[in-house]
């Protein structure tokens, strides 16, 4: 028997690791290939022309920045809001429904409707109008406001991708038997001593799946920043579109893939190794 | 003063009633077993005791002081609970010092009494393992040395050794008992094992459906049974009942006669297998034996009593076979008259 079936479950995964190679594996090579092209031979001309740029080092402190403002805040509003739902009884689905409704808009609209708030005749100018506190339209966006821009586009990042956070720390938290809590409790731990003595480490691998999903989204945010702020606020992969699309430098935006995915493995890395539970640990 | 009033509290989850008014006063110091079978909601009643269940309605007085509405950690009792919850990602030694390193206590203090506690448990070699490596028996025992280490007034423990094996057990009970009854310890004891209740117990408080149907002593509970239910639950082989006529104070089965309390009612004779005798020349009570097993000790007879089935306790050395009517002879003294339609056992004649 063995001998016979031994076979079955590769052929059971071989659809997916064609598909996976054709679509993922092979375009992934042909960027990394393309990176290191330009003229005759292998170079890092790419590379040197991209850090060369006046955009570059902008492009990647504003991603860096609004990683690691936008993914801890999310964290800490996704562990926040989970806590609380997890604590309703009736209700709950409604309400986990409502929170996770930003996750089935498309970025690009969410950037949009963020627009239409924000922009000098948008919602928030007529409101702040209507009420007399400013006296005309206020650029939220412009290259004039950096500092208004950034927090505009952290707020539609949170609006945004805060669920998908939700959503995996909700689920880690039903993992958790309540008695653990309660336990604690029991033996005199108050509330806050219980979230971090308990309900915290417990939800360690949640953590680590959220970290790691979000950091790597953050790292390739485009479509809000671009609607809100075009160029205004250079992100990596709004360079790489730029070459990729204006400046039909494909080898270039190539480059700027490379790095993205450079980061966000490096990234990957460092929560897995910084976040790991130990096999004798597990529930 | 760790004395524990609970004064008719009543739980009811949607409109399933899971306790009916149960009422029980645990002195101070004293060892309460809560028996009965599965589901009967000793959990239930333990963890609004502990403050992790809201009643529905009652109260909970613990030294004197009404708890009703007080956080759990604020009841000043420790707890061990039926699935452990020992914390996985701590050592041994951390759960175990869990509650004292919530009082603050000093790296010194902790230690020494993590050790103490531990070593009570029999668990001093896996101090400083996690608790994924443990089996169900050490767990246990590890949740029980976190709720020793504290030193509680008031103990609350749920069905504590139940992972453990028989031997163990054995030991880990009579241990525990001497412990709390030197520390003088107020405990409340869930368990659906008699015997373990009976070795255990100042007093037992037998549940069925949700109510308290008996508060007493082991032997007082073993011997006076308060209904049908407690006399079947408690003993073994467990109490048998036959259906009897009681006329003129008299109720007959085959030749024999028993002073009955006459009131007109249905009544079952309750009979401890203990509790009869074989007699010499086969006069009394006549029981048609099926089964006869040799347990040691004892023979257990398995038969029938007027048709009705019945267990008997046999000296060990009695010349008995299956296939044959014996008699049996019975202390009028030591039977248990139920009403058959309450199913309460009727004042003594
Ligand atoms: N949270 C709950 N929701 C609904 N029913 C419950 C809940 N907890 C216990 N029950 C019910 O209450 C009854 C008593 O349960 P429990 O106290 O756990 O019994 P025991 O510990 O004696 O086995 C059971 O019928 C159980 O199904
Ligand atoms: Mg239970």
Same mark, same amino acid.
């Given at each position: 028997?063995?001998?016979?079936?031994?076979?079955?479950?590769y052929a059971?995964?071989?659809p997916?690791?064609?598909?996976?190679?054709?679509? !993922?594996?092979?375009p992934?090579?042909?960027?990394?290939?393309?990176?290191?092209?330009?003229?005759?031979g292998?170079?890092?001309d790419?590379?040197?022309?991209?850090a060369?740029?006046?955009?570059?080092?902008?492009?990647?402190?504003?991603?860096?920045?609004?990683?690691?403002?936008?993914?801890p805040?999310?964290?800490?509003?996704a562990?926040?809001?989970?806590?609380?739902?997890?604590?309703?009884?009736k209700g709950?689905?409604?309400v986990?429904?409502?929170?996770?409704?930003?996750?089935?808009?498309s970025?690009?609209?969410?950037?949009?409707?963020w627009?239409?708030?924000?922009?000098?005749?948008?919602y928030?100018?007529?409101?702040?109008?209507?009420?007399?506190?400013?006296?005309?339209?206020?650029g939220?966006?412009?290259?004039?406001?950096?500092?208004?821009?950034?927090?505009?586009i952290?707020?539609?990042?949170?609006?945004?991708?805060?669920?998908?956070?939700?959503v995996?720390?909700?689920?880690?938290l039903?993992?958790i038997?309540?008695?653990?809590?309660?336990?604690?409790?029991i033996?005199?731990?108050?509330p806050?001593t219980?979230?971090?003595r308990? +309900?915290?480490?417990?939800?360690?691998?949640?953590?680590?799946?959220?970290?790691i999903?979000?950091?790597?989204?953050?790292?390739?945010?485009?479509?809000?920043?671009?609607?809100?702020?075009?160029?205004?606020?250079?992100?990596?992969?709004?360079?790489?579109?730029?070459?990729?699309?204006?400046?039909q430098?494909?080898g270039?935006?190539?480059?700027?893939?490379?790095?993205?995915?450079?980061i966000?493995?490096?990234?990957?890395?460092?929560?897995?190794?910084?976040?790991?539970?130990?096999?004798?640990?597990?529930? | 003063?760790?004395?524990?009033?609970?004064?008719?509290v009543?739980?009811?989850?949607?409109?399933?009633?899971?306790?009916?008014?149960?009422?029980l006063?645990?002195?101070?110091?004293? !060892?309460?077993?809560?028996?009965?079978?599965s589901?009967?909601?000793?959990? +239930?009643?333990?963890?609004?005791?502990?403050?992790?269940? +809201?009643?529905t309605?009652?109260?909970?007085v613990?030294?004197?002081q009404?708890?009703?509405?007080?956080?759990?950690?604020?009841?000043?009792?420790?707890?061990?609970?039926?699935?452990y919850?020992?914390?996985?990602?701590?050592?041994?030694?951390?759960?175990?010092?869990?509650?004292?390193?919530?009082?603050?206590?000093?790296?010194a203090?902790?230690?020494?009494?993590?050790?103490?506690?531990?070593?009570?448990?029999?668990?001093e070699?896996?101090?400083?393992r996690?608790?994924?490596?443990?089996?169900?028996?050490?767990?246990?025992?590890v949740?029980?040395?976190?709720?020793?280490?504290?030193e509680?007034?008031?103990?609350?423990?749920?069905?504590?050794?139940?992972?453990?094996?028989a031997?163990l057990?054995?030991?880990?009970?009579?241990?525990?008992?001497?412990?709390?009854?030197?520390?003088?310890?107020?405990?409340?004891?869930?368990?659906?094992?008699?015997?373990?209740?009976?070795?255990?117990?100042?007093?037992?408080?037998?549940?069925?459906?949700?109510k308290?149907?008996?508060?007493?002593?082991?032997?007082?509970?073993?011997a006076?049974?308060? +209904?049908?239910?407690?006399?079947?639950?408690?003993?073994?082989?467990?109490?048998?009942?036959?259906?009897?006529?009681?006329?003129?104070?008299?109720?007959?089965?085959?030749?024999?006669?028993?002073?009955?309390?006459?009131?007109?009612?249905?009544?079952?004779?309750?009979?401890?297998g203990?509790?009869?005798?074989?007699?010499?020349n086969?006069?009394?009570?006549p029981?048609?034996?099926?089964v006869?097993?040799?347990?040691?000790?004892?023979?257990?007879?398995?038969?029938?009593?007027?048709?009705?089935?019945?267990?008997?306790?046999a000296?060990?050395?009695?010349?008995?076979?299956?296939?044959?009517?014996v008699?049996?002879?019975?202390?009028?003294?030591?039977?248990?008259?139920?009403?058959?339609?309450?199913?309460?056992?009727?004042?003594?004649?």
């Amino acid at each position: 028997m063995p001998a016979r079936t031994s076979w079955i479950p590769y052929a059971l995964i071989a659809p997916s690791v064609v598909f996976l190679g054709a679509l !993922f594996l092979v375009p992934l090579v042909q960027t990394v290939w393309l990176s290191f092209s330009a003229g005759e031979g292998l170079s890092l001309d790419n590379y040197q022309r991209m850090a060369g740029d006046l955009n570059f080092s902008l492009a990647v402190k504003n991603t860096f920045l609004l990683t690691l403002v936008v993914v801890p805040l999310q964290v800490v509003l996704a562990l926040g809001m989970a806590t609380m739902v997890t604590k309703l009884d009736k209700g709950r689905d409604l309400v986990l429904w409502v929170l996770t409704i930003p996750l089935g808009i498309s970025d690009l609209a969410a950037g949009l409707a963020w627009l239409a708030l924000l922009q000098n005749t948008g919602y928030l100018n007529s409101a702040l109008y209507a009420l007399g506190v400013i006296q005309g339209p206020v650029g939220w966006l412009s290259q004039e406001t950096p500092v208004a821009l950034f927090f505009a586009i952290v707020l539609a990042e949170l609006w945004r991708a805060t669920a998908i956070v939700l959503v995996i720390l909700i689920a880690g938290l039903q993992l958790i038997p309540k008695e653990f809590a309660e336990a604690a409790e029991i033996f005199g731990a108050k509330p806050w001593t219980r979230f971090t003595r308990i +309900t915290l480490p417990l939800l360690k691998p949640s953590l680590q799946s959220a970290l790691i999903l979000r950091t790597v989204l953050a790292f390739e945010v485009f479509a809000v920043v671009y609607a809100l702020g075009g160029r205004n606020f250079p992100v990596l992969a709004g360079e790489a579109y730029v070459w990729q699309n204006d400046n039909q430098n494909y080898g270039v935006a190539a480059a700027y893939a490379v790095l993205i995915m450079a980061i966000s493995l490096a990234a990957t890395a460092v929560y897995l190794r910084v976040l790991r539970t130990r096999p004798e640990q597990l529930s | 003063m760790a004395d524990i009033v609970i004064d008719r509290v009543v739980k009811e989850f949607g409109s399933f009633r899971a306790l009916q008014e149960v009422s029980l006063t645990v002195n101070d110091g004293e !060892f309460v077993a809560l028996l009965g079978p599965s589901g009967c909601g000793k959990t +239930t009643l333990l963890r609004i005791i502990a403050g992790l269940e +809201t009643q529905t309605a009652g109260r909970v007085v613990i030294g004197g002081q009404d708890v009703s509405n007080l956080a759990p950690r604020k009841r000043g009792l420790a707890m061990v609970f039926q699935n452990y919850a020992v914390f996985p990602h701590m050592t041994v030694f951390e759960n175990v010092a869990f509650g004292l390193r919530m009082q603050k206590a000093s790296q010194a203090e902790v230690k020494r009494k993590v050790e103490r506690a531990a070593a009570l448990l029999h668990i001093e070699s896996y101090l400083d393992r996690y608790p994924a490596k443990l089996s169900g028996g050490q767990r246990q025992r590890v949740a029980v040395a976190r709720a020793l280490a504290v030193e509680p007034a008031v103990l609350l423990m749920d069905e504590p050794l139940s992972n453990l094996d028989a031997l163990l057990r054995l030991e880990m009970r009579t241990e525990l008992k001497a412990v709390l009854r030197e520390a003088g310890t107020t405990t409340i004891y869930v368990t659906h094992d008699q015997t373990e209740a009976m070795g255990l117990a100042d007093r037992i408080a037998v549940m069925y459906g949700g109510k308290i149907d008996q508060i007493g002593a082991p032997l007082e509970i073993y011997a006076t049974p308060a +209904t049908r239910f407690v006399g079947g639950f408690i003993g073994s082989p467990p109490m048998n009942f036959i259906k009897v006529q009681c006329s003129q104070g008299q109720a007959r089965i085959g030749d024999a006669a028993l002073p009955c309390p006459s009131t007109g009612k249905d009544l079952e004779l309750g009979l401890r297998g203990e509790d009869a005798a074989l007699s010499a020349n086969g006069s009394g009570i006549p029981f048609d034996v099926r089964v006869v097993e040799p347990m040691g000790s004892h023979l257990l007879l398995t038969g029938a009593i007027d048709g009705q089935p019945a267990r008997i306790v046999a000296p060990p050395t009695a010349k008995v076979s299956a296939g044959e009517r014996v008699g049996l002879t019975v202390d009028p003294a030591r039977v248990t008259w139920i009403d058959s339609t309450t199913g309460r056992a009727l004042a003594r004649v």
